[in-house]
Every structure is written in structure tokens, then in C-alpha cells.
């Protein structure tokens, strides 16, 4: 994985397929269902993150660098 969010698009995406296989047995479709549910987890957090940088790269875009200081991960120290 090459950690872009395309590839966690791509990864879901064969997942669903996975779970479209219609000559599983019940206990392998658990099992998909079981990964399924962590990858849906996980991309949770993913999409959360990377909302929260687009919402820095906002408020840098809107304030310049007035706003540093308060975004210690892009560009200053929290006060």
C-alpha cells in the first residue's frame, strides 16, 4: 500500500467485491464481513484525518501565517 487515499479507495473497493462472491460458505463470509468491518474502521480514521488536514490547509489558505501558531503540524509550535 502506498498510503494515498485512492489506494484506500482501491482497497475498499476489492473488499465489497469480496464480499460479492456468492459461493462462500457462511463461515468464510464471516470472516469477510469480521475484515470488512475492520477496514471500515480504519478508513474511518483515515477520512477523519485527512478531513482534518484539509481543514488546516483551509484555515492556513484563509489566514496565511497568522494561523501557524495554532497548527503546530504545518508550520509553528502550540502556545
Known amino acids: 500500500m502506498k498510503n494515498k487515499l485512492s489506494d484506500l479507495n482501491n482497497h475498499l473497493f476489492a473488499q465489497m467485491e469480496r ?3 456468492d459461493d462462500m460458505s ?10 470488512a468491518d475492520a477496514m471500515v474502521s480504519i478508513a474511518d480514521q483515515i477520512t477523519g484525518n485527512a478531513e482534518l488536514q484539509l481543514k488546516a490547509a483551509k484555515l492556513f489558505a484563509e489566514h496565511g501565517n497568522n494561523v501557524l501558531p495554532m497548527l503546530p503540524q504545518i508550520g ?3 502556545e
Open 76 to 78: 509553528g509550535k502550540a
Open 26 to 35: 457462511a463461515e468464510q463470509l464471516e470472516i469477510e464481513v469480521k475484515r
Open 19 to 21: 464480499l460479492s462472491v
